[in-house]
């Protein structure tokens, strides 16, 4: 593999889950290619394109590399809250 997305798909949100790239991969820059190409063609007919999360998921703290990369495709970054709800 050269490069790969994981896409979760609806009707209003295309959104990826994981990206990666092996060794050729990021000395030809696919996953860059793969992204733009995931944006400005194959799901440019949904309203939203999601990156998904740029945390780390042991500490909650902002991924600034990862996020700047995202941002490098035209992406912003949105705050969300997280609750928690307790069954008893």
Same mark, same amino acid.
């Given at each position: 593999?050269? !490069?790969?997305?994981l896409?979760?798909?609806? &009707?209003?949100?295309?959104?990826?889950?994981?990206?990666a790239?092996?060794? %050729?991969?990021? &000395?030809?820059? !696919?996953?860059?290619? %793969?992204?733009?190409? +995931?944006?400005?063609?194959?799901?440019?007919?949904?309203? =939203?394109?999601?990156?998904?999360t740029?945390?780390?998921?042991?500490?909650? !703290?902002?991924?600034?590399? +990862?996020? &700047? =990369?995202?941002?490098?495709?035209? !992406?912003?970054?949105? +705050?969300?809250?997280? =609750?928690?709800?307790?069954?008893?």
């Amino acid at each position: 593999m050269v !490069a790969g997305v994981l896409m979760y798909i609806s &009707a209003m949100v295309a959104r990826t889950q994981y990206m990666a790239s092996g060794e %050729l991969g990021r &000395a030809v820059g !696919a996953l860059d290619a %793969l992204i733009d190409h +995931l944006v400005h063609v194959a799901y440019m007919d949904r309203p =939203y394109f999601d990156f998904g999360t740029s945390i780390e998921p042991t500490t909650g !703290a902002i991924n600034r590399g +990862l996020l &700047a =990369y995202k941002e490098d495709f035209g !992406a912003r970054a949105v +705050l969300c809250d997280t =609750y928690t709800l307790e069954w008893t």
